[in-house]
Nanobody, 113 residues
Framework: VQLVESGGDLVQTGGSLRLSCAAP????????MGWYRQAPGKQRDLVAS???????NYADSVKGRFTISKDNAKNTVYLHMDSLKPEDTAVYYC????????WGQGTQVTVSS
């Protein structure tokens, strides 16, 4: 069972990005999915989640700037990020909440000041 994240890039402060996570099978219709991020030297933290029914939740640090969504038919979870800040720089991963799958390779987001 493999998760594949994509969409990371180098952007300037205030920019936007959309990350994608391809998940296998019926994962999205069964589990709560989340986007996590890990900055160098820091722990991996959950920043956004979406339940199998579509309810969302966000960490305070990204609330109002990030939007999580999913397309069950495409088995894909998205993270739309607006008003990016240098402190958003991290490797971003998707997984279930709580984590039950192997981690993917992640996608690097770098926000320059």
């Amino acid at each position: 069972v493999q998760l594949v994240e994509s969409g990371g890039d180098l952007v300037q402060t205030g920019g936007s990005l959309r990350l994608s996570c391809a998940a296998p099978g019926s994962i999205l219709s069964t589990y709560t999915m989340g986007w996590y991020r890990q900055a160098p030297g820091k722990q991996r933290d959950l920043v956004a989640s979406i339940t199998n029914r579509g309810s969302t939740n966000y960490a305070d640090s990204v609330k109002g700037r990030f939007t999580i969504s999913k397309d069950n038919a495409k088995n894909t979870v998205y993270l739309h990020m607006d008003s990016l800040k240098p402190e958003d720089t991290a490797v971003y991963y998707c997984n279930t909440v709580p984590v039950v799958l192997y981690w993917g390779q992640g996608t690097q987001v770098t926000v320059s000041s």
